[in-house]
């Protein structure tokens, strides 16, 4: 009702401002917010609504997380992604190599990456793979006719992994900084040990100087010198010699 409104007012002042509108709506779709109009595309256009296939991707959303990412290790995840991712590429860009299209399930990184991870397989179906025999040999070959929902599939996919690898690096980035806490909180611990111990040694020493000072002065301030020997020694006189007659 309101878009009605302003196309209106935008009438009476200017003839030339719906068509100007229309004009805008028809090169650029997101602009029909302005409007309110569902914008209208050509059954011959190569473009299409950008809601068109949005059941679609959120069909392969969920597949990817929780699908894949949910029910394994977060990092074997990433990992299984990016190999699926770059299946995708190698069909995207030779999409008539049929060497590119049949996936071999008992190639080891196949098995390890992708057969042994849950959802991985489905999501590998819902892009157009099959389950085949050729030769005695279990392999998952892509059919071409599905060529629209793997170009979906890729797209789903580059966005999940490019989030994700964001999300680890983040966690790897905060499990650094906390590892780098912890080693300098112990850091400081040590040097606070190291420093109370020098500081101990340092005030032992101190206090063993100062009782070595005080026992120094005690011992002088008693100190008496000793007696001469010599002085109490009684000099002997001629009349020590003498008999009491003689000494008469």
């Not at 892009?127 to 392999?139: H, I, N, P, S, Y």
Request: proline share 4%; aromatic share 4%; charged share 35%.
């Amino acid at each position: 009702m309101a878009s009605c409104e302003v196309s209106d007012r935008l009438a009476l002042r200017n003839p030339n401002a719906v068509a100007i509108l229309r004009a805008a709506e028809a090169r650029n779709p997101t602009a029909s917010a302005v409007s309110g109009r569902t914008p209208r595309v050509s059954k011959n256009s190569q473009f299409e609504p950008w809601d068109a296939n949005h059941p679609v991707r959120q069909e392969f959303r969920r597949l990817l997380d929780p699908g894949i990412l949910g029910r394994n290790n977060k990092k074997d995840a990433v990992v299984s992604l990016r190999l699926l991712n770059k299946i995708t590429e190698n069909i995207l860009k030779y999409p008539n190599d049929l060497k590119y299209r049949r996936l071999d399930t008992n190639l080891d990184k196949v098995k390890l990456h992708i057969m042994s991870k849950n959802g991985t397989v489905e999501f590998l179906q819902r892009m157009g793979f099959r389950r085949e025999v050729k030769d005695l040999q279990a392999m998952l070959v892509f059919n071409p006719d599905r060529m629209k929902d793997l170009r979906t599939g890729a797209k789903c996919l580059e966005e999940v992994i490019q989030n994700q690898v964001q999300a680890i690096e983040d966690e790897e980035r905060a499990r650094r900084q906390e590892i780098a806490n912890r080693q300098a909180a112990v850091t400081k611990v040590r040097n606070k040990i190291y420093e109370d111990r020098v500081n101990v040694t340092a005030r032992v020493e101190r206090e063993k100087l100062a009782r070595e000072r005080e026992a120094t002065q005690t011992q002088a301030d008693n100190y008496e010198p000793p007696v001469d020997e010599m002085a109490n020694l009684k000099i002997k006189t001629l009349s020590d010699y003498q008999t009491p007659q003689e000494q008469e």
